[in-house]
Structures are given as structure tokens and as C-alpha cells.
């Protein structure tokens, strides 16, 4: 499976974005699809995940209650509303695949090209 990630910008903050991870290729039903985030300097932080076949989400602690995962599998595609944004949310936002309900980045495949969300004070 091929990721991409796009809907990237910059906003102010408490503002809102809709980020979306579009899926070509094979997806099996049993994939895992997940957020993450590395701003500049620091590692690449888990942000959140969904089932590729049920609703089922997870959510790091500090996104809790403002970011919302959804998919559509009908357009293959994965969707992270971000709202109430704060200039800590600011870095690269990353999708990719896992094949079991995992958290560490390192558990994750097929990263695609991040985008860019920058949140101004």
C-alpha cells in the first residue's frame, strides 16, 4: 500500500485543519492506519490511529478530545480533523500502515511524504 498525506497549512491557533492520508495499493482489512507528528529537533510522536475495518481509535493524550481519525473506504482514504489547534501542535504529520494495533513508529510501514501543519500564536 502508498501512502500520501496532504491538507497541510498554516493557521491560527485555535483553528482547524483536516488532514488526509489517501491509500492506493492493497490494504488488507486487519491494517492499522496511523497518525504521527515530528517537529523540528525531536523524535516522531504517535498522534493516533484507526482501524482500516472498524472505528475503532486510539489517541495520544495530547491530542485527546481535539483531533478526530475517520476513514471513508469507499475513496481509500483516511481523515485527521485537527481542532482547537495550538502552536505545539506544529510539526510534519505523517500516515502509514501497521499490521497490528501498535503505537511505536517503528511498527509502522509505507510512510508517505508528511505535510506541513504550522500553527501560529
Known amino acids: 500500500v502508498q501512502l500520501q498525506a496532504s491538507g497541510g497549512g498554516l493557521v491560527q491557533a485555535g483553528g482547524s485543519l483536516r488532514l488526509s492520508c489517501a491509500a492506493s495499493?492493497?490494504?488488507?482489512?486487519?491494517?492499522?492506519m496511523g497518525w504521527f507528528r515530528q517537529a523540528p529537533g525531536k523524535e516522531r510522536e504517535f498522534v493516533g490511529l484507526?482501524?482500516?475495518?472498524?472505528?475503532?481509535?486510539l489517541y495520544a493524550d495530547s491530542v485527546k478530545g481535539r483531533f478526530t481519525i475517520s476513514r471513508d473506504n469507499a475513496k481509500n482514504t483516511v481523515h485527521l480533523q485537527m481542532n482547537s489547534l495550538k502552536p505545539e501542535d506544529t510539526a510534519v504529520y505523517y500516515c502509514?500502515?501497521?499490521?497490528?494495533?501498535?503505537?511505536?513508529?517503528?511498527?509502522?510501514?509505507?510512510w508517505g511524504q508528511g505535510t506541513q501543519v504550522t500553527v501560529s500564536s
Open positions: 502509514a500502515a501497521a499490521r497490528s494495533w501498535v503505537v511505536r513508529a517503528t511498527e509502522y510501514f509505507n
Open positions: 495499493g492493497r490494504i488488507f482489512s486487519s491494517y492499522v
Open positions: 484507526i482501524r482500516w475495518s472498524r472505528d475503532s481509535t
